[in-house]
């Protein structure tokens, strides 16, 4: 009964490769966002969609492509992968896009290049 | 200037003493804060929102101070398990959203 999972936990892969992020919340929340934490542990806003629609794309790489199929999921598919993107990427949800409103987290997904 | 600052630390505290830190923003127009704990390898958790009035909660207590435009977090009473990075978070409104900005955080040990 997880509230925000994701999957994979752990992915490996070679530069240039395409790989993709899965992303699902159960807590019946509007909202779902993508965060990148890098080596230095800063945790920066990547995407938000509310309700399937992009509210938020903060001067990430057109190789990041974000897709809501419905508002309990947003996956990240990323092209030609870079060594610079090795990273924990984190999933969150929160009920409406209102400032009040606090975000639960999943337990990340550290993406390793070579 | 960055937007959300913290002093990352770490603070080494012994058990039982009281820590704060700080937190500043520079966007005037932040309406929300919070604060979120963020133990190794894992993802963050919401400790507590911040509120215009200040909150407590058991030994947390954070305030805001919109005119210095920053927020605080008093833990008293530290125990082992308080030991963690402590993240602050301001919304600000921008487009008929609100933009969540982290702060890179603050480390916490507490020591027997």
């Known amino acids: 009964d997880t509230a925000v999972s994701q999957t994979p936990k752990y992915l490996v892969t070679q530069m240039g490769n395409d790989k993709s992020i899965k992303c699902e919340q159960n807590?019946?929340?509007?909202?779902m966002y993508w965060y990148k934490q890098d080596s230095k542990k800063f945790l920066k806003i990547m995407f938000s969609y509310n309700n399937k629609e992009l509210i938020i794309n903060e001067t990430v790489p057109n190789r990041f492509s974000p897709k809501s199929p419905d508002k309990a999921h947003l996956n990240l598919h990323i092209n030609s992968l870079e060594l610079g993107d090795s990273a924990v990427y984190f999933c969150a949800s929160s009920q409406g896009q209102g400032a009040n409103q606090p975000q639960h987290f999943g337990d990340g997904t550290r993406l390793s290049i070579l | 200037r960055k937007e959300v600052e913290q002093d990352p630390g770490p603070f080494n505290v012994p058990e039982g003493a009281t820590v704060a830190f700080n937190c500043t923003y520079s966007?005037?127009?932040?309406?929300?804060f919070f604060w979120y704990r963020q133990d190794c390898r894992k993802e963050p958790k919401l400790l507590m929102s911040v509120y215009s009035s200040g909150n407590e909660d058991g030994r947390f207590t954070a305030q805001l101070n919109r005119a210095s435009q920053y927020i605080s977090l008093l833990i008293r009473d530290s125990k082992l398990s308080d030991s963690a990075t402590y993240l602050c978070?301001?919304?600000?409104?921008?487009?008929?959203?609100?933009?969540?900005?982290f702060g890179r955080g603050t480390s916490l040990i507490v020591h027997p």
């Open positions: 807590l019946g929340h509007d909202t």
């Open positions: 978070v301001v919304n600000t409104p921008t487009g008929g959203s609100y933009i969540p900005t």
């Open positions: 966007n005037s127009a932040s309406q929300s």
